[in-house]
């Protein structure tokens, strides 16, 4: 099993101008099992991208320890996964090469390069824009293309911070559905990072609920799958989750 | 007003089609002043000669063989001038580009000599190296390489954290981040500092061939004024203007824009 924990993760940011230090995140535990799909939901401002910076590996943590798999990370690696809420897609590269980079950097020939990032394209029902450049692409058609290029890398563990919250409302809804199916298709390991509680709720099964850099408390999400907006919307249950998660959200 | 509107319409038209007439017909009125001012005798012809007699003697060094070996001269001092100045200038832009240490200590010192023209160095040149080659090939890597190396930088910070990050988590180690994001991210600018150096030591060569030259066009011009030619003189200007038009307008500047725009870098 591969796991990913957090043990009592903490960061204390240095401003070198005000010469203060910034204790964004205190004291963090969570752990997200194999397979499992966990979001982290909480205000703007409490601390949830510098934990998936921690994680990912582009910021090192003063406090706690990052543990994949049993083992401290260190520094970013292709085992973590990453989905930007920039998209992050390379400009001068075609959907294709961007799909097929991880591949590539593992030594990975062209021609199976190719195969991997058509199968995946496939997946995301982009195969028809594999020869087109990301600038190309409407929003919602990029952050297909950066999870599934995050996918096609094989991940332990896929990192997303906020992905859909630079695209349309309908978009959205359709991205998230699609995520839940691929999701169910290839069980990837997920931490999900969102201050829409319904996005959270949707998606996941469990929530994490974060304030001011700690863990206020975590609720399972047992609702059925596949989910799609249609009926969730009418799910009574849906809404007792959302309720309570929000209200937590609110009060923290 | 109707007719104005018809041909501008047509002229649109016209250059849309062929758009290196767009490039020449702009000069046929500057050429027409020049060759009636000429022809009216105001000044003596050899003092302001007209487009044939530069016609002429154009035909007459072209034939002799003269003006395409200074040419050539010219040319290639001004290529291996700019590829010295990229070889040392990329790298030194991409390593002050990513660290911060290289930038706090490089920038100061690079601003600082920035300040000092090209032609300002020739004095101690002459000094140093004499009259030669080695005097010119200095002044034209020095002209090239502070726009090269300035455009680097900011080529390599205009690429957004993100993209090397994203490269790292999908494996690329820091070397190979350097050669599929850093470099590809700042082609744009590198094209653009290259334009600009390209335009400088065009101008900077042709400055220093006529001090210290033994051929070129440069030479050329000032030899011609040593014999009292105006029309080589003019001859000399002319060429100037026009290489370097074609050069930038038909070479370098699509290319900028090839690589901005196909990428998405630049908005327009
Ligand atoms: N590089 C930094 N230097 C100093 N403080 C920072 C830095 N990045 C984030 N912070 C602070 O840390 C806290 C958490 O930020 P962040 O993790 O971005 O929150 P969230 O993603 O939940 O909105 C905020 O108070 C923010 O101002
Ligand atoms: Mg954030």
Not at chain 1, 162 to 179: G, H, I, K, N, W
Not at chain 2, 32 to 55: E, M, N, Q
Request: include cysteine; charge should be positive.
């Amino acid at each position: 099993m591969k796991t990913l924990s957090l043990k009592n993760l903490a960061k204390t940011y240095f401003d070198p101008y005000a010469g203060s230090h910034v204790n964004a995140v205190h004291d963090v535990s969570i752990d997200v099992e194999q397979g499992e799909f966990v979001s982290v939901v909480g205000p703007s401002g409490c601390g949830k991208t510098t934990i998936l910076n921690m994680i990912a590996g582009f910021i090192p943590y003063t406090g706690g320890e990052i543990l994949l798999d049993g083992k401290p990370v260190k520094g970013p690696g292709p085992e973590r996964g990453v989905v930007f809420q920039s998209f992050a897609l390379f400009p001068w590269k075609t959907v294709l090469d961007n799909v097929g980079f991880g591949p590539k950097m593992r030594g990975v020939p062209k021609a199976e390069r190719d195969r991997i990032a058509r199968e995946y394209l496939a997946l995301a029902g982009l195969s028809h824009a594999a020869h087109r450049y990301p600038n190309e692409l409407s929003g919602g058609m990029q952050q297909r293309v950066g999870v599934v290029r995050a996918l096609a890398n094989n991940p332990d563990v896929l990192l997303m911070d906020e992905p859909f919250a630079s695209v349309d409302a309908q978009t959205r809804m359709t991205l998230q559905e699609e995520l839940t199916r691929i999701w169910q298709e290839r069980k990837p390991t997920v931490l999900f990072i969102t201050h829409d509680v319904p996005e959270a709720v949707f998606l996941a099964n469990r929530v994490v609920v974060l304030s001011k850099g700690r863990v206020l408390d975590q609720i399972e999400i047992d609702l059925p799958r596949p989910r799609v907006w249609d009926d969730l919307v009418k799910d009574d249950k849906f809404k007792q989750l959302s309720a309570r998660v929000l209200q937590m959200v609110r009060a923290a | 007003m109707n007719v104005l509107l018809q041909f501008w319409s047509g002229y649109a038209r016209m250059t849309r089609r062929w758009p290196a007439l767009a490039a020449i017909i702009p000069f046929i009125p500057v050429v027409a002043l020049w060759s009636a001012v000429a022809a009216a005798g105001i000044f003596p012809r050899a003092f302001f000669p007209g487009p044939v007699d530069v016609v002429n003697s154009f035909v007459t060094l072209t034939y002799k063989g003269i003006l395409p070996d200074y040419l050539g001269d010219s040319v290639i001092r001004l290529f291996t001038g700019a590829a010295v100045g990229m070889a040392l200038g990329i790298p030194l832009g991409v390593l002050i580009g990513t660290s911060r240490w290289a930038h706090r200590i490089c920038w100061p010192i690079l601003l600082f000599f920035q300040a000092i023209g090209d032609i300002a160095w020739l004095p101690i040149l002459l000094i140093w190296f004499g009259f030669g080659l080695t005097t010119m090939t200095f002044v034209i890597v020095y002209t090239v390489l502070f726009p090269v190396v300035l455009n680097t930088v900011l080529g390599v910070e205009s690429v957004p954290r993100d993209l090397a990050r994203a490269a790292r988590s999908l494996g690329a180690s820091p070397a190979r981040v350097l050669w599929e994001v850093t470099l590809p991210g700042a082609l744009p600018n590198i094209i653009t500092g290259l334009r600009n150096g390209l335009g400088y030591g065009w101008r900077a060569l042709i400055a220093v061939e006529m001090i210290v030259g033994t051929s070129g066009i440069g030479f050329m011009m000032f030899d011609a004024r040593r014999s009292g030619s105006t029309v080589e003189i003019l001859l000399g200007m002319i060429i100037l203007g026009l290489l370097w038009y074609i050069v930038d307008a038909w070479i370098l500047a699509p290319l900028e824009r090839a690589t901005g725009q196909r990428w998405g870098l630049v908005t327009s």
